[in-house]
T-cell receptor, first 114, second 115 residues
Framework: AQSVTQPDIHITVSEGASLELRCNYS??????LFWYVQSPGQGLQLLLK??????LVQGIKGFEAEFKRSQSSFNLRKPSVHWSDAAEYFC????????????FGSGTRLLVRP | GAGVSQSPSNKVTEKGKDVELRCDPI?????LYWYRQSLGQGLEFLIY????????KSGLPSDRFSAERTGGSVSTLTIQRTQQEDSAVYLC?????????????FGPGTRLTVL
């Protein structure tokens, strides 16, 4: 069965520092992967997605993610974090059945130190 | 041209009461999903609608939960005889078509508190 693991529950970084949020997936074939961000009291916003092709994908707000099949990973990165990036981040994989529902990781809460 | 909207934004109810949560998807989107976000379970799929096809109810946690989608647009999620473990944020999402490529757009959610 497809699954997603986000091993870090909380991460704290200083403003201006670089960021990497980890995501590992379980799926036999090429997965379709997403990163969503949820700010307090808000719904989920798509940051970026990977379907195929170039393994380094660019998203909104300066985020990028790299798909590594050998490590079953899809880590999210940002070179310089801004205070407004404080939020919860979810990695997700599409369940490849007729519904294409999303299977989410447990999320990583990002705190940004001034 | 608005996004997905949900109402109410917050709902407080007493254990044993029934509640209805509403979702208005993006106009023209044929696929509609309900997810639940709770402290213990994270984000989990509940139910999916696509056009006139039979809904995928595989994520509904019990028979107290039901949902319908009228006219291929608005959807209502109903929870009967609410329990405290039903307390969660209920998120609705829609996409233009249910496939692996189409982004699901999420609404702001309804926070349900069962006392």
């Amino acid at each position: 069965a497809q699954s997603v693991t986000q091993p870090d529950i909380h991460i704290t970084v200083s403003e201006g520092a670089s960021l990497e949020l980890r995501c590992n997936y379980s799926y036999g074939a090429t997965p379709y992967l997403f990163w969503y961000v949820q700010s307090p009291g808000q719904g989920l916003q798509l940051l970026l997605k990977y379907f195929s092709g170039d393994t380094l994908v660019q998203g909104i707000k300066g985020f990028e993610a790299e798909f590594k099949r050998s490590q079953s990973s899809f880590n999210l990165r940002k070179p310089s974090v801004h205070w407004s990036d404080a939020a919860e981040y979810f990695c997700a994989v599409v369940r490849m059945d007729s519904s294409y529902k999303l299977i989410f990781g447990s999320g990583t809460r990002l705190l940004v130190r001034p | 041209g608005a996004g997905v909207s949900q109402s109410p934004s917050n709902k407080v109810t007493e254990k044993g009461k029934d509640v209805e949560l509403r979702c208005d998807p993006i106009s023209g989107h044929t696929a509609l999903y309900w997810y639940r976000q709770s402290l213990g379970q994270g984000l989990e799929f509940l139910i999916y609608f696509q056009g006139n096809s039979a809904p995928d109810k595989s994520g509904l946690p019990s028979d107290r939960f039901s949902a319908e989608r009228t006219g291929g647009s608005v959807s209502t999620l109903t929870i009967q005889r609410t329990q405290q473990e039903d307390s969660a944020v209920y998120l609705c999402a829609s996409s233009a078509l249910a496939n692996s490529y189409n982004e699901q757009f999420f609404g702001p959610g309804t926070r349900l508190t069962v006392l």
